[in-house]
């Protein structure tokens, strides 16, 4: 999408749950919509599988821009509720430059969940497609030492000696003087040490 940033886009409320039902419709009249969106981890309740899922950021409403540039309050538009107006009734509009920075935001996931953020950059560098895989890769693969955060042994250090194909981390470490090999969960049992992230994901665990 390019936005040019002398564009004005308006704040369109929709009825509940229809963000996409309007959109599609206001591009059918010949106009812009912009959905902002954030990702988040679903897990499944029975299964236990993980997936994205893709959610509006503002929910019920969307930004929409008219193909003259004049105001179009779409009254007649499935899905659309009302354009947000001041006391005077003018709408309120949103510079270029505003859009495109939250535009920006999105492709750079600033807005998702941690996990799926370290997923989804582990998928742009070519990982495993296993969401558990592209984690434990995306925050191990160059590590060679991990801290273990919670369980029996929190506080200890360990040699990340490999990655399964769960994406659990396994790792190496000295216990009354014997070698004890064990598989971590990243993110919940193990975070890498000296790497960037940790902090944020271990506030996010």
């Given at each position: 999408?390019?936005?040019?940033?002398s564009?004005?886009?308006?704040?369109?409320?929709?009825?509940?749950?229809?963000?996409?039902?309007?959109?599609?419709?206001?591009?059918?009249?010949g106009?812009?919509?912009?959905?902002?969106?954030?990702?988040?981890?679903?897990?499944?309740n029975?299964?236990?599988?993980?997936s994205?899922?893709?959610?509006?950021?503002?929910?019920?409403?969307i930004?929409?821009?008219?193909?003259?540039?004049?105001y179009?309050?779409?009254?007649t538009?499935?899905?659309?509720?009302?354009?947000?107006?001041?006391a005077?009734?003018?709408?309120?509009?949103l510079?270029?430059?505003i859009v495109?920075s939250?535009?920006?935001?999105?492709?750079?996931?600033?807005?998702d969940?941690v996990?799926?953020?370290?997923?989804?950059?582990?998928?742009?560098?070519?990982?495993?497609?296993?969401?558990?895989?592209a984690?434990?890769?995306?925050m191990?693969?160059?590590?060679?030492?991990?801290?273990?955060v919670?369980?029996?042994?929190?506080g200890?250090?360990?040699?990340?000696?490999?990655?399964?194909?769960?994406?659990?981390?396994?790792?190496?470490?000295?216990?009354?003087?014997k070698?004890?090999?064990?598989l971590?969960?990243?993110?919940?049992?193990?975070?890498?040490?000296?790497?960037?992230?940790?902090?944020?994901?271990?506030?996010?665990?």
């Amino acid at each position: 999408m390019s936005i040019e940033q002398s564009d004005f886009w308006y704040i369109v409320q929709t009825n509940p749950t229809l963000e996409k039902k309007a959109a599609t419709e206001i591009r059918r009249r010949g106009h812009r919509a912009y959905i902002p969106r954030m990702a988040k981890l679903r897990i499944h309740n029975r299964t236990g599988e993980k997936s994205v899922r893709y959610q509006v950021l503002y929910t019920g409403y969307i930004l929409a821009k008219f193909a003259d540039g004049v105001y179009d309050d779409l009254r007649t538009c499935q899905g659309v509720k009302r354009i947000q107006k001041n006391a005077s009734g003018v709408p309120y509009h949103l510079k270029g430059s505003i859009v495109a920075s939250l535009l920006r935001a999105q492709r750079q996931m600033e807005h998702d969940a941690v996990d799926v953020r370290t997923y989804r950059q582990a998928r742009r560098r070519g990982a495993a497609h296993t969401i558990d895989h592209a984690i434990a890769e995306a925050m191990f693969g160059e590590a060679s030492t991990g801290a273990i955060v919670s369980g029996a042994f929190i506080g200890r250090d360990v040699e990340v000696i490999g990655i399964t194909d769960a994406g659990l981390v396994k790792g190496r470490f000295e216990l009354l003087g014997k070698t004890v090999e064990k598989l971590f969960r990243p993110l919940v049992e193990i975070l890498p040490i000296n790497r960037e992230v940790v902090d944020e994901l271990a506030d996010a665990a």
